[in-house]
């Protein structure tokens, strides 16, 4: 994750740690649903960090919290909090009882200062009763409430902040002084004038103070800022932080996983980065969807279509994925639960030779660091394959709706990630660059360069912000060394030869250059035991595409789907394995226990197909009676 428990101060949860930690707390929280891969969650990770240490004194009010989505073990829980777009912030109250989603965060924008306000607006906002015990007032005072104050006999001090309507000041003053003892901090508004002048106040904000000894004034500060006043208050003789009872954070985790480092060539592909994509874009990134209906759900329809016919992956994906379309295709339905995508993608039918793998492997797709590269860096190079294959072999296409539309890919890529891909702010730049010229795309040639046109906007973008890997810089791509050709010198500036990039990009994306190595292989070894050690490479060049597993071989091998339920990985990923049950009724079940909703949907069509069936015999009866009576029937008679 992109937080290190311990040593930042925020509150790093886990899949059982968002409901442990909101359920009935006595604090608030504020958690920001992340994903390590996402390039704004990775650039706004510095501010999270700063917001939390500068909330710190707050956290028996208010606690500033994260959840990486990302990694596997979060899947579940970020799925039952229905979390769609990265980053997303979710408030929760103190004292829930039942299971909640939370409030999601309506700032103007996401800048420290804004957010931390949100946080005292949220805490205001909770009921006289359901206040966390340790938030004081945060409510001005009336100026006659003052005049009590001054009569203290409690043997602290009391810091009466003076401000305009609109100032924070007074109240993050307050919740800074929430861990410390012998200090109570009010506030009041500057609109009483007169009462104002009669205490000598010339502007605000200000900090009156009276001392245990009842001797007041103004207390003269550098600067009348909330880092000043706070400050000053906490070095007053005789204030000193509280011993708190609130529960401990998590401290630094003590197993965190070494992950092994694949060798790769850059100039090739590698199945097991489209395969984890295929698997995170089907099991994680749609399960946020819990139905699927009208838009949406044609948007995956055409996008599996797609990838069914255009994807160059191996046959028990491929079999996966056009069982999937044809399903799809086929439902009389127009809105399906997102269980039954999942039955279908899980293999529930236990039909052998079909198989996804069940966790994400990076290879060409992986990073120096965890959180850097891998599942955006896959969905790119999906998206270039099919741009690529729909060019090179526009046959696949025919009976789909797609045959000669050009810009049908990209405005099918286009309506995924507006519609399905996690990263919002990707979405929108995406969009934008769609708006802009997508529609001069007029053949499929067009198309490959489009995309990889825009994918080099993005490059030049990102280049140098925290997201970029250090290992694998930003650059125009394809680089001189893997594509010579593709550069030439124009009045000595590099500049493409945009004919050559696409006959790079068409081998680049092709079937020949896709590699198997590291693949998860339905019937092997559990492959996290081989990692780091290079199985032989085997490409697609030498092999031909339908001869790559003979069909006998898939049905001798075991069915997936009992290997998988030995699986620890698919066992916490799975909405009925132990992780879901951590969260409340994430899962919707689907027509009752025992049938999955591919059982239905087939029951369904049997039904319709006896129905048929029985009609067209009885019409056929009725005829064949009709005909036998006029032949019998002697009207003389
Ligand atoms: C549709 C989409 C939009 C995105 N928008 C944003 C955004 O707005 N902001 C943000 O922070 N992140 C965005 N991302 C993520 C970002 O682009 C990278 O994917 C991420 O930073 C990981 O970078 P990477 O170094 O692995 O290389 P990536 O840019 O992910 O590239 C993956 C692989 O594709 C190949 N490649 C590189 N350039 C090209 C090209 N021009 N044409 C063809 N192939 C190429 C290379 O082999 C490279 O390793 C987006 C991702 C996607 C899929």
Known sequence: GLYRPGEDAVWVLDSGGVRGATANSSAAWLVQFYSSWCGHCIGYAPTWRALAGDVRDWAAAIRVAALDCAAEKNHDVCRAYDIRLYPTFRYFKAFTKEFTIGED????????????????DFLQNHTEGGRPPACPALEPILPSDILSLFDNRGGHYVAVIF????????????????????????????????????????????????????????????????????AYLKSLPGVRKKIL????????????????????????????????????????????????????????????????????????????????????????????????????????MRI???????????????????????????LWQLFHTLTVQAAARPEALVDTGFEGAPQAVLQTLRRYVRTFFGCRECGKHFEEMAQESL??????????????????????RLAGLPSEDPRFPKAP?????????????VKGLDSWDEGQVLVFLKQHYSHANLLDTYSADPGGPDEEGERGHPAPQKSRSSQHPGSLRPPDALGSQPQPSENWAHRPDVRAQSPRGAGA????????????????????????????ASSLFLMVMCFFFRVRSKRWKVKHYAPGV
């Not at 929430?178 to 506030?187: C, I, T």
């Not at 590698?270 to 139905?291: G, K």
């Not at 791509?477 to 010198?489: G, I, K, S, Y």
């Not at 969260?583 to 239905?600: I, K, N, R, Y």
Request: some cysteine; glycine content about 6%; hydrophobic content about 40%.
């Open 439 to 460: 529609d001069t795309v007029r053949t499929p040639d067009q198309a490959v360069l489009w995309l990889w046109r825009k994918h080099n906007v993005v490059n030049s």
């Open 581 to 608: 049950r951590m969260e409340p009724a994430a899962a919707v079940p689907f027509l009752g226990a025992g049938f999955s909703s591919l059982d239905m949907s087939l029951c369904v069509l049997l039904y319709v």
């Open 105 to 120: 965060f309506k700032g103007a924008n996401r800048e420290l200062p804004t957010v931390r306000q949100s946080m005292i």
């Open 163 to 230: 401000e305009s309507n609109s100032s924070y000041v007074g109240r993050e003053v307050i919740l800074d002084l929430v861990p410390y003892e012998n200090m109570v901090v009010k506030r009041t508004l500057d609109s009483d004038r007169a009462f104002l002048e009669k205490l000598g106040v010339t502007s605000v904000p200000a900090c009156y103070l009276i001392y245990p000894n009842r001797t007041r004034g103004f207390v003269n500060i550098g600067k009348p800022l909330r880092s000043f006043f706070s």
């Open 477 to 489: 791509w394809p680089t001189p060394d893997l594509c010579p050709a593709c550069h030439e010198e």
């Open 352 to 378: 052998s030779g079909l198989f996804l793998t069940s966790h994400v492997k990076w290879v060409g797709c992986q990073g120096s660091r965890p959180e850097l590269r891998g599942y955006p860096c896959a």
């Open 245 to 348: 009872l609130s529960p401990e954070k998590p401290s630094r985790e003590e197993n965190v996983g070494t992950t092994v480092w694949r060798e790769f060539d850059k100039a090739r592909l590698y199945t097991a980065d489209l395969e984890s994509a295929l698997h995170y874009l089907l099991r994680v990134e749609l399960a946020a969807h819990r139905s699927l209906a009208g838009a949406e759900l044609k948007t995956l329809k055409d996008f599996i279509t797609l990838v069914a016919k255009l994807l160059p992956g191996r046959p028990p994906v491929m079999k996966l994925l056009e069982m999937l379309q044809e399903w799809l295709a086929s439902l009389p339905l127009d809105r399906i639960p997102y269980e039954a995508v999942l039955d279908l993608v899980n293999n529930k």
